[in-house]
């Protein structure tokens, strides 16, 4: 047989691992900076722990779950979402004795979904949750997280922030009968996967792609107009927070979420980069959801990133570090060179040498691997106990002290 990995599944590594590492320490510091405790939960749970509260008629419980029976017979699921094992790991470590509780965690998910740009089976998520309060306070705080945490992996990306709000679970089941009624009615203009969640899950009808759907949708019954009074506030209160901080969002009242246990605030982060795997975060509030898993009657909120997507819009914004190779022309001149090292490790610069003595394989592989610099160290460098700095974006060649090195590099690459 050919040796080969699992459909959906891809190993990480050179400029991907970078990339990931990257988001887990920003993602680390932003957490701790905000008071948000990790926490790491197994990659299996029983399968009952997922399948009511992501809903039975879900996709995900449906058609995505890695599900198998262990030799005691009993069902487990690889985790195909963090909320759920996040809120079991806090009922049975009685971590919602000193409340509210915020965590975070990251790691890999599994879903068997159709494997194509930006979607996985096996993938990674951060995801970030605040459990026991219901202050809309707390919505703001993780939209304001997720904002900050996106603006500063990707600084130049357009991404749009949608919002909704879906009410509670009462007026909910409301309007879920009457989007029924309404799709039932067009059943004829609807695409056939749309007609087969008409009777089971009339709000994913309202997320379809298919542009027959899309153009029903716009007619069809608004869940703002279901929203209780206090719906309406927590959600006008939102809103209002939002702008007061000035982050853009969109409102769009036909966002609904894949998973069934959402109510009130949900949002989405969208990027238009991305192909049809368009949203890049998801989260909203789950209240009554704690409970469901048999804990106490408390509300929750949180959000969850794709990893791998935002990887990908690194790569778009060319966000990989500028890098820096080395020549050395021979081993005679390994003492300066080591003292370049020591100065290049002291001042955190990043650089790559191949162990090769030979300018013209060294240029050859910076060229080949898109350096922005290389530094030459030869007879003259030794003598003159400077180094030549040469840009290979635009040719400009320097001879420089070993403490000009930092200043240089910074000002060029910025
Ligand atoms: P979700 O919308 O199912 O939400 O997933 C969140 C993010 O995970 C998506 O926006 C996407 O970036 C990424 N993602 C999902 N499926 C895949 C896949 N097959 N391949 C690659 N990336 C994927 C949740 O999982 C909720 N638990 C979020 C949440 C936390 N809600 C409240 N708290």
Redesign the pocket.
């Known amino acids: 047989m050919k040796l080969r990995s699992v459909r959906g599944t891809h190993d990480i590594f050179g400029k991907e691992i970078k990339k990931f590492n990257r988001i887990s320490n920003i993602v680390s510091k932003n957490a701790y900076l905000k008071d948000f405790k990790e926490i790491q939960t197994p990659i299996f749970e029983f399968s009952d722990l997922f399948k009511k509260p992501l809903g039975e008629l879900s996709d995900v419980v449906l058609k995505e779950m890695y599900s198998f029976k262990d030799r005691n017979n009993e069902f487990l699921t690889l985790r195909p979402?963090?909320?759920t094992p996040m809120i079991r790991a806090a009922i049975t470590n009685n971590l919602l004795n000193d409340l509210p509780l915020k965590i975070f965690g990251i790691g890999p998910?599994f879903?068997r979904?159709r494997p194509q740009k930006?979607?996985?089976?096996q993938?990674n998520?951060i995801?970030?949750?605040i459990l026991g309060t219901k202050d809309f306070l707390a919505d703001v705080e993780l939209i304001l997280l997720s904002n900050k945490i996106l603006k500063e992996l990707l600084p130049k990306s357009v991404i749009r922030l949608q919002i909704n709000s879906l009410g509670d679970k009462k007026n909910l089941i409301d309007f879920k009968k009457n989007l029924t009624k309404y799709f039932n009615n067009h059943k004829k203009k609807l695409s056939e996967e749309s007609i087969t969640k008409i009777d089971t899950n009339p709000l994913r009808i309202l997320d379809s792609k298919n542009e027959a759907d899309i153009e029903l949708s716009k007619s069809s019954p608004k869940i703002y107009e279901y929203l209780t009074n206090e719906a309406k506030k927590h959600y006008e209160d939102l809103k209002r927070a939002l702008n007061m901080l000035e982050i853009n969002f969109e409102e769009n009242p036909n966002l609904v979420?894949?998973?069934d246990y959402y109510c009130n605030t949900v949002f989405?982060y969208k990027s238009d980069n991305l192909g049809s795997?368009d949203?890049?975060?998801?989260?909203?509030r789950?209240d009554g959801l704690i409970k469901v898993l048999g804990g106490p009657d408390l509300p929750g909120?949180?959000?969850?990133?794709?990893i791998?997507?935002l990887a990908l819009l690194m790569d778009a914004e060319n966000e990989t570090s500028s890098s820096v190779h080395i020549a050395v022309t021979d081993e005679k001149f390994n003492n300066h060179f080591l003292n370049l090292q020591k100065y290049l490790l002291e001042n955190k610069i990043s650089y790559y040498w191949n162990y090769k003595y030979n300018l013209k394989k060294s240029f050859t592989k910076a060229n080949t691997s898109q350096a922005s610099y290389i530094i030459i160290i030869g007879e003259n460098e030794l003598n003159g106990n400077f180094f030549t700095i040469k840009n290979l974006i635009n040719g400009e060649q320097k001879e420089l002290k070993l403490n000009q090195i930092f200043n240089h590099l910074n000002d060029k690459s910025r």
Do not use: H, K, S
Request: hydrophobic share 30%; proline share 0%.
């Open positions: 979402e963090y909320t998910m879903r979904e930006g979607r996985f089976r993938f998520q995801n970030f949750e979420r894949g998973l989405e795997q949203t890049l975060l998801g989260g909203g789950y909120i949180g959000w969850a990133a794709g791998e997507r």
